[in-house]
């Protein structure tokens, strides 16, 4: 099985050009610095130096309406988590909890959860152990 365990995220939107802007922000600040955004859909890739990597894409169905799934973005420290959180605010990031500790999840599990601004709801974590279901 190779280390990375996912290849991409397919996410739909409701309107691309906002969501365009709003991840072209936040994306990079999590580690998809590189734009591979076409007319149809939105794109950004994590650099691989020149080998394929992963990548988040988005694409517009005006019909789309976001549930409670959750996408999750690992983030080594908690200062990575903070400055996610920054850009976050900035780019428009709604219904922002955090950052702090969530003990519910794990004693030491520091995340910001938000939604982009059609709903998707996504979050930045830092966690040194295993997360701890009650």
């Not at 936040?26 to 950004?44: M, N, R, T, Y």
């Not at 988040?56 to 200062?79: S, V």
Request: hydrophobic fraction near 40%.
């Amino acid at each position: 099985m190779p280390r990375d365990l996912f290849d991409h995220i397919d996410l739909r939107v409701r309107n691309r050009a906002r969501a365009q802007e709003f991840f072209a922000k936040v994306l990079p600040a999590i580690g998809f610095a590189l734009d591979k955004s076409a007319e149809e859909w939105g794109a950004f890739e994590k650099d691989g130096a020149g080998k394929p990597s992963e990548f988040f894409g988005f694409t517009e169905d005006i019909n789309h309406r976001p549930n409670d799934t959750r996408i999750a973005f690992w983030a080594k420290t908690r200062e990575q988590v903070d400055h996610v959180a920054q850009v976050v605010r900035e780019a428009g990031g709604r219904n922002l909890e955090g950052p702090k500790i969530w003990p519910e999840y794990s004693p030491d599990y520091y995340a910001l959860f938000f939604e982009d601004p059609d709903g998707n709801k996504l979050e930045i974590c830092c966690r040194g152990s295993v997360v701890v279901a009650e």
